[in-house]
């Protein structure tokens, strides 16, 4: 009987060892605990032939951790529906044209944000007539929001006194002495929520990056039409915060 016990115990040692021990199996698709997580982005662009280049566009910034996905969708002619915007942590959106329906594209981002949702806000969405309408222009939705005629020609550059040490996750890695942005007529400039976070403002008391109060939607009043503009890799760690994925 002896013998017979000593092995039962030595079994429940055992199991007991090796239930709190050994290989608990790689991370998987949600990347190394402590590392950037891999995120899913969804480029949103009322361009006609140009969202997908603007998608590769954000791909070569290299913002994003391995294992993200990166997709696009025309919204000159079609308005996606929530559930499709719900397969992504963050939408990225600007306009080189006007939407067929700004307000009621508006609507379902705001929908989307609704439903947990996050997304960047890029010129000409604040622009006459390239803006966007709908809900999504309303208080404590876009920071930013169209406002008057087009015509901001100036060019600008970031006023680094405006820029709150220490430096905010979403301008890591941006050379911020070295941002500019060049004016163009069909820039309108915007008007500010009063209830949205002033995270940067160029020369010239202009605007230049805002948060809503939600901390759900980043508008950035630049355009990304040059590949090597500041603003790509901006609007990628935009997205990578908003999405909790730093």
Do not use: W
Not at 7 to 26: H, Q, R, W, Y
Not at 35 to 50: E, F, R
Not at 117 to 135: E, F, H, I
Not at 213 to 225: C, L, Q, R, T, V
Request: glycine share 10%; hydrophobic share 45%.
């Amino acid at each position: 009987m002896k013998r017979i016990a000593l092995l039962i115990l030595a079994v429940l040692v055992a199991g007991s060892f090796f239930a709190c021990s050994g290989d608990d199996g790689a991370a998987g698709v949600n990347g190394t605990p402590g590392t950037p997580q891999p995120i899913k982005i969804v480029a949103l662009g009322s361009d006609s032939g140009g969202t997908q280049t603007f998608t590769y566009q954000l791909n070569a910034t290299g913002k994003f951790p391995p294992g993200s996905t990166i997709n696009y969708i025309d919204v000159l002619d079609s308005i996606p529906p929530v559930s499709e915007l719900k397969k992504y942590h963050c939408a990225i959106i600007y306009t080189n044209s006007a939407p067929v329906d700004p307000a009621g594209l508006g609507d379902r981002l705001a929908d989307y944000v609704d439903a947990g949702g996050k997304l960047v806000v890029l010129q000409a969405c604040l622009s006459n007539p390239y803006s966007l309408a709908g809900r999504i222009m309303t208080a404590n939705y876009s920071p930013l929001t169209p406002a008057g005629a087009a015509g901001d020609v100036t060019d600008k550059t970031l006023d680094l006194s405006t820029i709150a040490f220490p430096i905010h996750p979403i301008f890591v890695g941006i050379d911020l002495q070295a941002y500019s942005r060049p004016g163009n007529s069909n820039y309108s400039i915007p008007d500010v929520d009063p209830n949205a976070a002033v995270m940067a403002q160029f020369n010239g008391a202009l605007v230049a990056v805002a948060m809503n109060a939600g901390k759900s939607i980043i508008a950035i009043n630049d355009f990304p039409g040059l590949a090597g503009q500041s603003v790509l890799p901006l609007a990628a760690n935009c997205a990578m915060y908003l999405s909790g994925k730093f």
